[in-house]
């Protein structure tokens, strides 16, 4: 599985910036593929999960109300919608998935990684 972020950049507080990422070579039936964010001189985190077969998503706390995760299976493409930035919000963030159902956000069960995308807010 291969997969390219897009959509960062640098924005106000306040701001609103949306991510992409784009997935191919999928072989397996279902993914759980999750957003994972990691500033400096922080552990890598996770942010939210989809299942790429449909059903509940999940959000970290510090994120609920303000993120969205989506996805356009037709597109292999997995979205994250992010509203009201805080400058806490600034960090690298990273597209991942993992075979099966979303049982865990831990960034140790996840195999495929894509290259990160920076997201700065001032």
């Known amino acids: 599985v291969q997969l390219v972020e897009s959509g960062g950049g640098s924005v106000q507080a306040g701001g609103s910036l949306r991510l992409s990422c784009a997935a191919s070579?999928?072989?397996?039936?279902?993914?759980?593929m999750g957003w994972f964010r990691q500033a400096p001189g922080k552990e890598r985190e996770g942010v939210a999960t989809?299942?790429?077969?449909?059903?509940?998503?999940y959000y970290i706390g510090s994120v609920k109300d303000r993120f969205t995760i989506s996805q356009d299976n037709a597109k292999n493409t997995v979205f994250l919608q992010m509203n009201s930035l805080k400058p806490e919000d600034s960090a690298m963030y990273y597209c991942?998935?993992?075979?099966?159902?979303?049982?865990?956000?831990?960034?140790?069960?996840?195999?495929?990684w894509g290259q990160g995308t920076q997201v700065t807010v001032s």
């Open positions: 989809i299942p790429t077969n449909g059903g509940i998503t």
């Open positions: 991942a998935a993992k075979e099966g159902y979303c049982d865990s956000i831990e960034t140790f069960h996840f195999a495929y």
């Open positions: 070579g999928y072989t397996y039936s279902s993914y759980c």
